[in-house]
């Protein structure tokens, strides 16, 4: 509950100062470069804290599976989910209710250093450095760090545990003001009404059910299961919420189910559309649905359906670290 409390006020002092600068939003392009320091100093740290743990490296064959089978439970419940709730609306499958013929505006494409972007990042560039830094910060655990703290490995824990607090507590500050400077989300709320809000509450909960289900099939306890699934493809901010909680291995997991969960919707999000619903692939990418994702979704649904898919991806990201934590406990 402390960490829920911590990570959730910062959150918030943050967009309180975002929506106290708004007048001076043309000089804080630089709040986007802080966030990818930030970003890459926290995700290093937790690669360095894998490889040195023998139980996540001794196991990697076995958080790659169980990864996979998470992301592909969740993905499917999350569909599942939207299907049977749109179709108790009333609503058909290019998301329309009998006789309502209107369209919703589209939204403009998140701008750069809006709320998209602390979220998630591109399949290309920015997904791949994330990776190798991962990658590069479990090989410096594993070839390094075992060797300086050999015998001497709780003071390296001590250590990185106060280093990954502080990387997300200033990744979060960094997040809520650039969620404080955009006032763009209220309005997409205001576009399509109240029941927009129907569609993440249903991905919220089939994710959750796929992931436990699915958790504890691959040997997970109950409460990692659901930690990991409620990072709803946030793969730079879950797993360090995870770590920071003392689940390594867990963590490790929930790493790579995240970014195979943005992976698998952008393979998926076209046939979901043609041969299930247009409203279904907006719960596929969870939190990337307000931004990697939203370009595809777009392009496979209508303008309508895009302005769901932001506001899911909003309310699933604001989600997170609150969700998480409260896990875990």
């Known amino acids: 509950m402390a960490d829920l409390c911590l ?5 918030l002092a943050g967009a309180i100062i975002g929506r ?15 966030q990818t ?11 360095m804290k894998m490889g040195a743990q023998e139980e996540v490296t001794a196991h990697l064959g ?26 108790l609306m009333g609503i058909d499958k290019f998301g329309h209710r009998k006789g309502d013929l209107s369209a919703v505006p589209v939204p403009s494409s998140p701008e750069k250093g809006g709320p998209s972007e602390p ?11 994330i990776v190798f830094a991962v990658v590069g910060g479990m090989a410096l655990g594993y070839l390094v760090i075992r060797r300086i703290f050999a015998g001497h490995m709780p ?29 763009a989300v209220v309005e997409h709320f205001r576009k399509v009404g109240a029941r927009v809000l129907v569609f993440p509450a249903a991905v919220v909960v089939f994710t959750l059910v796929g992931a436990g289900i699915s958790g504890r099939l691959m040997g997970l306890g109950l409460r990692e299961s659901l930690a990991i699934g409620a990072g709803f493809g946030w793969y730079s901010l879950a797993p360090g919420i995870i770590m920071d909680a003392g689940y ?16 698998l919707s952008i393979l998926f999000i076209p046939l979901v559309a ?19 994702c939203l370009p595809l979704v777009e392009k496979s649904t209508s303008s309508e359906i895009t302005v769901y898919s932001f506001i899911s991806g909003v309310i699933l990201s604001a989600l997170v670290p609150v969700l998480v934590p409260l896990i875990l406990g």
């Not at 076995?62 to 179709?87: H, K, M, N, P």
């Open 7 to 11: 990570y959730l006020g910062i959150t």
């Open 20 to 34: 106290a600068s708004r007048p001076y939003r043309s000089r804080l392009h630089w709040t986007g470069t802080a």
């Open 37 to 47: 320091v930030f970003l890459f100093a926290l995700v290093l740290m937790m690669g």
């Open 62 to 87: 076995t958080i790659g599976l169980t990864a996979l089978v998470i992301t592909v439970a969740t993905i499917t419940c999350s569909v599942l989910g939207i299907y049977l709730t749109r179709r």
């Open 119 to 129: 979220t998630q990042h591109g399949v290309g560039g920015m997904t791949l450095l």
């Open 155 to 183: 003071a390296f824990d001590r250590s990185i545990h106060l280093g990954i607090k502080l990387g997300l507590c200033s990744l979060l500050v960094f997040v809520g003001i650039d969620l404080g400077l955009d006032p």
């Open 248 to 263: 390594v291995s867990a963590s490790a997991i929930s790493f790579l189910h995240n970014v195979l969960r943005e992976l």
């Open 274 to 292: 043609q041969k299930i619903g247009y409203v279904e692939t907006t719960g596929m990418p969870g939190a990337a649905a307000m931004d990697v």
